[in-house]
């Protein structure tokens, strides 16, 4: 485990290579699973605000549910999530060329909202478990990014390279500079003759 500020991160997070291939896995984080994708608490409310913005890329059936259940769910362990279509594909995926994507993120891509998406989405495959005083920063393994890791090795990009930006919008830019050098000083060489 890496220590950086009030977190611990799992070594994977710079030992696995990973660049996202949503042409070969057709989206498939966004379709399969058990429950929808974790969302922080204040996440909740930017969903409902910028709703108006993003409902017209939902499918009809995703806005149906929202329409009816709201912008969140809860998981197994009573944690926040987004709800389900038919206990399947996430509530605000949408589907363009047999590929699932985001109706968040496309409204926020066209400026029709100021939220992004959550978190947890733009930094998967890392997922990040809350402890009193101190979050575990973990890669999420999960065989429909096998494609990923594939292309993240044959480009040599570092998973911790590849979420970038999503690191910085969860932990700020002085987080990430101190993960860059604690990793960079872990995978040093140590000099010849000593």
């Known amino acids: 485990m890496i220590p950086v500020a009030n977190t611990l991160v799992s070594n994977d ?3 696995v290579y990973f660049v996202c291939d949503i042409a070969r896995c057709k989206g498939a984080c966004c379709v399969a699973g058990d429950a929808g994708a974790p969302l922080e608490v204040e996440e909740i409310e930017l969903l409902i605000e910028n709703l108006d ?5 939902m ?7 929202v329409n009816q259940a709201g912008v969140y ?3 197994i362990s009573g ?30 891509e066209q400026g ?4 992004r998406k959550p978190v947890s989405c733009h930094l998967y495959p890392i997922r990040v478990s809350c402890y009193n005083g101190f979050d575990a920063v ?57």
């Open 13 to 15: 997070i710079s030992d």
């Open 53 to 57: 913005g993003f409902m017209p890329f």
């Open 59 to 65: 499918t009809p059936k995703g806005s149906e549910i």
């Open 73 to 75: 769910d809860y998981d």
């Open 79 to 108: 944690k926040y999530v987004t709800p389900l279509v038919d206990g399947r594909e996430c509530a605000f995926a949408y589907f363009t060329g047999g590929i699932a994507r985001c109706a968040i993120e496309k409204a926020w």
């Open 112 to 115: 029709k909202s100021g939220f």
């Open 138 to 194: 973990n890669y999420h393994q999960w065989s429909v990014c096998r494609k990923a890791l594939i292309k993240g090795k044959n480009e040599n990009v570092p998973l911790y390279r590849f979420l970038r930006e999503p690191l910085v919008r969860k932990y700020g830019e002085s987080w990430y500079v101190e993960l860059d050098e604690a990793i960079a000083q872990s995978t040093k060489k140590p000099e010849q003759g000593k």
